[in-house]
């Protein structure tokens, strides 16, 4: 007889944070029971989580007085984000049991899905990692496709720059500009960092930024001759600093404001005036509305995976309970590629 219910271990938000997330912000509760079988006509599917994944908007629904699109956690419930996963029941008709999926999930073992609709089913073939779906062929690889391929849209020959360059969008993102032709700099918050990028993801130059007296000085010695493209990632000095090294007609992707999320007022902005005369165009982005491209995507880039002309880097911790701690590590600059979480792995 199959078994009528899963226990099933969740990782709770215990009070709105105030600040950085703490590990203390979250609690692992064991005692939550999970019927296996979905009821009849909910629609819904109860999936299996697999890989979670560790983003940093994750810590933007953690506070209240978010302006973003996805609301708030209720404290006391599970948190939520990307995942991949198994459909171990169903009830909807565009998916069965057996079927592979990523998309949004709860950070526990098992979640109904009430709304599965917005799951992207996995054509799972077994030359590509699952956990590439939470990562590069996932949420974060798309939001660098966006940047580079539907925004910025760069030319052979143009100078482009990234924060967070080691970190899961930016090492795609400066990858993708150096497969377009592009004169590629990085910053990353540590010296292994700035080795990884490199020599082993082939950028043509990065530093580390915690190491630089002053950055506008940095800038003008990795881009002497102006920047085309700024990928930002992080936002407050940096960006700064880059507003004042644009070349005329630059072009800014505002995909990230990681230094700003827990500050209880934003920085200012001190150099718009610099914008202003080399006309560049500043472009924020939100990964949502792309995710129609994604098959256009994906025929761009399982190419590049299985040409073995992108390194994908990921930084994965094992068991539900390691999920408090790889978040809180992302503000720390912990991470290396791509933070997860392997939950299961089958
Ligand atoms: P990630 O880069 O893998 O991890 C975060 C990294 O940010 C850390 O490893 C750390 O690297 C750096 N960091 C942390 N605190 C910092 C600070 N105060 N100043 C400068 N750097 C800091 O994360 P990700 O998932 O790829 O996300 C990167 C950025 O893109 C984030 O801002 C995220 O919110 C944004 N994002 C936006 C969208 C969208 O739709 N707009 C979608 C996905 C991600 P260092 O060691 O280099 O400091
Ligand atoms: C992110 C930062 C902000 C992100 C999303 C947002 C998906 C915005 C979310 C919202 O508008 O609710 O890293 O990644």
């Not at 880097?313 to 992302?330: F, K, N, R, T």
Request: hydrophobic residues 40%; contains cysteine.
């Amino acid at each position: 007889m199959e078994t009528e219910s899963f226990l099933n271990k969740q990782v709770i938000l215990k009070a709105y944070t105030n600040g950085a997330p703490k590990e203390s912000d979250m609690e692992i509760v064991s005692n939550n029971i999970i019927p296996s079988k979905v009821k009849n006509g909910s629609n819904a599917i109860l999936m299996k989580n697999l890989y979670l994944s560790c983003d940093p908007f994750i810590s933007i629904r953690m506070k209240i007085g978010n302006p973003g699109v996805f609301p708030a956690y209720t404290p006391g419930s599970v948190i939520s984000g990307y995942g991949v996963g198994r459909v171990v029941d169903s009830t909807n008709a565009n998916f069965k049991k057996g079927d592979m999926v990523w998309g949004i999930t709860g950070w526990e073992e098992y979640s109904l899905i009430t709304e599965p609709d917005s799951l992207f089913k996995i054509d799972y073939k077994c030359d590509i990692p699952l956990s590439y779906y939470v990562g590069i062929l996932g949420m974060p690889g798309m939001t660098a496709y966006a940047g580079i391929y539907e925004v910025c849209k760069p030319r052979e020959g143009e100078y482009v720059f990234v924060s967070a360059a080691a970190g899961a969008v930016g090492h795609l993102a400066g990858q993708f500009a150096k497969l377009m032709g592009c004169y590629v700099v990085g910053a990353a918050g540590t010296n292994e960092k700035v080795d990884l990028l490199k020599n082993k993801l082939k950028f043509d130059d990065a530093f580390n930024y915690n190491e630089e007296q002053d950055l506008d000085v940095t800038l003008k010695r990795c881009f002497p001759q102006g920047i085309d493209i700024y990928f930002d990632n992080v936002g407050g000095k940096i960006l700064d600093a880059a507003i004042l090294n644009m070349r005329d007609h630059g072009r800014i992707v505002l995909c990230g404001m990681i230094s700003q999320y827990h500050l209880d007022s934003y920085e200012g902005v001190k150099n718009m005036m610099m914008a202003l005369y080399r006309r560049v165009h500043i472009q924020g982005l939100l990964v949502f509305d792309f995710f129609h491209h994604y098959s256009k995507f994906l025929d761009i880039v399982l190419p590049l995976i299985k040409e073995g002309k992108i390194t994908y880097i990921e930084d994965i911790v094992y068991g539900l309970d390691a999920c408090p701690g790889a978040l809180v590590g992302l503000f720390n600059g912990c991470n290396m590629g791509k933070q997860l979480v392997e939950v299961s792995s089958e």
